[in-house]
């Protein structure tokens, strides 16, 4: 299984996710310029990978902030804020990122910079490793919600490895239910404009020869009329106190169909992913994206010139839609305020808000 994210020596690799499956290469970011870059370009992407992303991009500024001579102390301010402004929606950015200035606060102005650079190499390696753990867990719980060789199940967007830091939310518990002879096959929409379905789940799948269906968005509908799939998984960028799920665009059409034909639609995400400060999905800020990535198809302009593009890279989906949310504290079921008031109270969850 390819790592999204490897950091060594100092130096940040993340896998270039736009040239997928047709070239692995990674990109070696030295400075933090280049990971928020990365992040902005979708080279890497999935919310539990864009945390860790800029976890390290923070690392690397700080130390640069030393060789350059820089006012250390502003300078991270200004770096957090930078990295904050390259996606608005997934949650998980904002989180890695006040927990890297947490750390950074324990620290007085008088500490010798490379102690406080030290410490958030410390941290941002804890972020990558926990989201590892993480999503085995998550995996474990979500298998669980299925029996033994009955289903075929319908994802959406990618939310497998390539979005984490390991193992996957809901590929990652696809896989297990897998492994477990749970589930037979999974249909994958393509996932339109970007196709992170098609590039990037399908491959997943197909490395580990799990049997993949890929669709069209538009199929979805007529696959489940037609009983071919008996749930739907699918992951989240953020997580409303109510439950509503912010997560790639289209996801709500899904969600809506399955409720019509009677599927259950589960998503599967970290608590990293909850946003305990907004009270539902009218409040999750959706991030809108060039006009290209819909006028164009593989560099080839399909559109006609001059006309209006509306090019939203998420949609909410409230909560009556979705089943069960799937974290690594359990599997949560509505009334989904209780459920996340009850998770925001859980004494063992540092929430590091």
């Given at each position: ?6 950091w ?9 996710q ?21 992040i902005?370009?979708?080279?890497v ?26 006012k ?8 957090a804020?930078a ?5 608005p ?7 890695a990122?006040?927990?890297?200035l ?8 008088g500490?010798?910079p ?16 926990e989201?590892?753990?993480?999503n ?6 979500g ?14 967007c ?9 193992f996957?939310t ?5 896989r ?5 002879g749970?589930?037979r ?5 393509e996932?339109?404009?970007?196709l ?10 197909a490395?580990?020869n ?9 199929m ?5 009329k037609?009983?071919?799939v008996?749930?739907?998984l ?12 912010a ?6 059409s899904?969600?809506?169909l ?10 599967a ?10 009270a ?8 809108e994206?060039s006009?290209?990535e819909?006028?164009?198809f593989g560099?080839i ?10 090019n939203p890279a ?7 839609y979705?089943?069960?949310i799937i974290?690594?504290?359990g599997v949560?079921?509505p ?5 996340i008031?009850?998770?925001a ?8 808000r």
């Amino acid at each position: 299984m390819l790592q999204s994210i490897i950091w060594s020596d100092g130096v940040l690799q993340l896998l270039n996710q736009t040239l997928l499956p047709a070239k692995i290469e990674y990109i070696s970011c030295r400075d933090w310029q280049t990971v928020a870059e990365a992040i902005r370009r979708l080279e890497v992407r999935g919310a539990p990978a864009i945390g860790a992303a800029a976890a390290f991009g923070l690392v690397l500024g700080a130390r640069e902030l030393i060789t350059t001579n820089e006012k250390f102390w502003p300078g991270i301010t200004e770096i957090a804020a930078a990295l904050r402004k390259t996606r608005p929606t997934a949650v998980n950015l904002f989180w890695a990122i006040d927990r890297m200035l947490s750390v950074a606060s324990r620290y007085d102005q008088g500490t010798d910079p490379a102690i406080v650079v030290a410490a958030l190499e410390d941290e941002a390696q804890a972020i990558a490793a926990e989201d590892k753990e993480v999503n085995k867990k998550i995996s474990l719980y979500g298998a669980q919600l299925f029996t033994r060789g009955e289903y075929a199940v319908l994802t959406h967007c990618n939310a497998g490895a390539l979005a984490t830091v390991a193992f996957g939310t809901a590929l990652g518990v696809i896989r297990q239910a897998w492994a477990e002879g749970k589930i037979r096959r999974v249909f994958v929409d393509e996932t339109r404009p970007l196709l992170q379905g098609a590039r990037l789940t399908a491959w997943e799948l197909a490395q580990e020869n799990i049997p993949v269906t890929l669709i069209t968005d538009n199929m979805a509908g007529w696959v489940m009329k037609n009983g071919m799939v008996q749930a739907v998984l699918v992951g989240a960028d953020r997580i409303a106190r109510n439950g509503d799920v912010a997560n790639k665009i289209g996801t709500y059409s899904v969600a809506v169909l399955a409720k019509e034909h009677g599927i259950p639609f589960f998503v599967a995400a970290p608590v990293s992913t909850f946003d305990f400060t907004i009270a539902s999905g009218a409040d999750i800020p959706i991030e809108e994206r060039s006009a290209d990535e819909v006028s164009s198809f593989g560099g080839i302009r399909v559109a006609p010139e001059g006309i209006d593009i509306y090019n939203p890279a998420f949609d909410v989906t409230p909560n009556q839609y979705i089943t069960a949310i799937i974290t690594e504290y359990g599997v949560l079921r509505p009334p989904y305020d209780r459920a996340i008031a009850n998770l925001a109270n859980n004494e063992k969850i540092n929430l590091r808000r």
